[in-house]
């Protein structure tokens, strides 16, 4: 009896042996413990943003020249990709005029829905003459709106309020200012006549307007200033509080 009660004690010491201690077994079995769950979340929307295909755009001249590919982030707005042209071909932001489709984009339109309305994914760049006063965009005064590249026309007149004056055009020859670059550019003609017939200034400008008065001679272009904003042109340039 003796053997045979010992038998199953062998046996199970035998079975330990092979197997180890209680537990080791099912450790070595069980699969590495899973990420925390806020750190898996993480990795997947990582991953899924990755997944999110940029904007891919096209952009041409009017002539069909190409300026070049763009891969732009989904939310993008036509003034980042003005600044991703104004960074691979040196064309500054305020001389750029984007076109999709049938429509000219403002610097606030998301890129992904003006080539969504468009049905291509091409946008076609045109170059027009930007503020030779602001290192970016310019802002109106009267109204305060959001400063944006091409907010003030040639005539000085705010395409938010509608108003002229809010906007200084400076002379790089002399310390006077001007409501408009149309004022402007009739001071340096006249005032500065030698600077304007040596191609020290840009003239193409005042030819255009020249060219529209004969086309329209009925229509009045510029316009008087909001009282009381302009004065620099009596002072001569000298400043208000001397």
């Not at 750190?39 to 990755?50: C, D, H």
Request: charged share 20%; with cysteine; net charge neutral.
């Amino acid at each position: 009896k003796g053997s045979l009660g010992s038998r199953p004690a062998s046996r199970h010491r035998a079975m330990t042996a092979v197997a180890g201690p209680p537990g080791e077994d099912m450790q070595h079995a069980m699969p590495s413990q899973p990420k925390p769950l806020i750190g898996a979340i993480g990795e997947i929307a990582e991953r899924q943003q990755q997944e999110v295909v940029n904007l891919e755009v096209t952009v041409r001249k009017i002539s069909g020249d190409a300026i070049g590919e763009f891969r732009l982030p989904p939310q993008a707005t036509a003034a980042n990709l003005k600044e991703a042209i104004a960074a691979k071909a040196g064309l500054p932001p305020s001389e750029q005029k984007l076109i999709a489709g049938h429509s000219v984009m403002a610097d606030a339109d998301l890129v992904a829905k003006a080539i969504e309305a468009a049905g291509c994914p091409m946008i076609f760049l045109v170059t027009q003459r930007g503020c030779p006063t602001c290192d970016g965009p310019c802002a109106c005064t009267l109204c305060c709106c959001k400063p944006e590249y091409g907010l003030i026309d040639y005539y000085g007149i705010c395409k938010d309020c509608g108003r002229c004056g809010g906007h200084a055009s400076k002379c790089k020859f002399c310390m006077q200012a001007f409501p408009s670059l149309f004022a402007l550019d009739t001071h340096v003609r006249f005032v500065h006549e030698g600077e304007f017939n040596a191609g020290n200034w840009d003239a193409i400008r005042l030819k255009e307007h020249k060219r529209r008065q004969k086309a329209q001679p009925d229509v009045a272009f510029s316009v008087m200033p909001i009282e009381g904003t302009w004065k620099d042109a009596l002072r001569g340039g000298i400043p208000p509080d001397l």
